[in-house]
Structures are given as C-alpha cells and as structure tokens.
C-alpha cells in the first residue's frame, strides 16, 4: 500500500510530525512519498491509497493558502481514498482543520474526524499517538 504525505512546515513542527508518520506507516511496510507541498504534484495524490496533509494554524484558525490550493487542485483524486489532516498549532483552539473538512466532505470526500493535531509547546506526538491516528487509516485502507 502507498501513502503520500503532503505538507506545509514554516518552522519545522509539521514537518516532525510528518517525518513521525511516515516512519510509523513505513514501520508497517507501507511506501510513503512524504513531500512538502511545493515540490507535490497530483500524481502523488493520484497514485496513492492514503493521503495526509499537513499544515500549521495560520492567521485565524486556517490551514495554510498553499496546502489549501493543492488540496483544491487535488480535489477529485482524493474522491475514494482514505484522507486525513495532520499539523501544529500553538494559541488557538485546535480547529483549523474544520472548514477544510466541512468543504471536502460537501464534495463527497471521506476524511479522518479527528486531525493528528498538535500543540507547538507541548512537542511532538508519541509513536503511539501516531499509531493510534494511523490505526483505522490504514485497516480501512487494507479492506477497501
Ligand atoms: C504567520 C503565522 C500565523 C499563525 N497563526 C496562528 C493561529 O491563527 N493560531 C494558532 O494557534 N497558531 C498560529 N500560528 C502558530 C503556528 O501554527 C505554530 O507555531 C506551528 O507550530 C507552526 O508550524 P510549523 O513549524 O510547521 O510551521 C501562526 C504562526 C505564524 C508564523
């Protein structure tokens, strides 16, 4: 099974926690494409059985204007596939994800309930929380 993990990191929180997931999938012999959202191409996106997208809270609460472009440009490949976000936030509320899910769950898109979000201060996840987040990802992914 193949992965892509596409992300935005200014500062390198997202970025952690993507090369986290990305060693816990690959734990788990899966292939994983992890690249940062400049250099993705929807290929990625076309070839893969798991998307997980990555993005710090930006300005009010947001995902960042360059993951939501790719998403946007991305948009039907992901129809059929497993998706899921994942990112840092640091005095917000944790809820940037929120309207980004909303949008692709109105266009038929499946996505996870609940982002592998975490707070800047508080460091990364535990191998555990990664797999705990990847768990029904990547069972779901298997039985499709
Ligand atoms: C321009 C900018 C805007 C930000 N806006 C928010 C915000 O609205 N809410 C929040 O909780 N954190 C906000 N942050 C903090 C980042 O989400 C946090 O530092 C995150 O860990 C950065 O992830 P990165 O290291 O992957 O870039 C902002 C940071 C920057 C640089």
Same mark, same amino acid.
């Given at each position: 099974? &193949? /992965?892509?993990?596409?992300?935005?990191?200014?500062?390198?929180?997202?970025?952690?926690?993507?090369?986290?997931?990305?060693?816990?999938?690959?734990?788990?012999?899966?292939?994983?494409?992890?690249?940062?959202?400049?250099?993705?191409?929807?290929?990625?996106?076309?070839?893969?059985?798991?998307?997980?997208?990555?993005?710090?809270?930006?300005?009010?609460?947001?995902?960042?204007?360059?993951? &939501?472009?790719?998403?946007? =440009?991305?948009?039907?490949?992901?129809?059929? &596939? &497993?998706?899921?976000?994942?990112?840092?936030?640091?005095?917000?509320?944790?809820?940037?994800?929120?309207?980004?899910? /909303?949008?692709?769950?109105?266009?038929?898109?499946?996505?996870?309930? /609940?982002?592998?979000?975490?707070?800047?201060?508080?460091?990364?996840?535990?191998?555990?929380?990664?797999?705990?987040?990847?768990? =029904?990802l990547t069972a779901q992914a298997c039985t499709?």
């Amino acid at each position: 099974m &193949k /992965a892509a993990i596409i992300f935005f990191s200014a500062t390198g929180n997202t970025r952690r926690i993507a090369d986290l997931l990305a060693d816990r999938l690959r734990y788990r012999d899966w292939r994983v494409l992890l690249t940062p959202v400049d250099e993705a191409q929807i290929s990625d996106v076309r070839e893969a059985d798991l998307v997980l997208l990555g993005s710090p809270a930006w300005s009010g609460e947001r995902v960042v204007d360059p993951l &939501k472009d790719f998403v946007c =440009d991305a948009r039907e490949w992901l129809r059929g &596939k &497993k998706v899921a976000f994942f990112g840092s936030y640091d005095w917000g509320e944790d809820r940037h994800f929120d309207a980004l899910t /909303a949008e692709l769950r109105e266009s038929g898109i499946e996505v996870r309930d /609940a982002p592998c979000v975490t707070n800047a201060r508080e460091g990364l996840p535990g191998p555990e929380a990664a797999d705990a987040f990847l768990l =029904d990802l990547t069972a779901q992914a298997c039985t499709d």
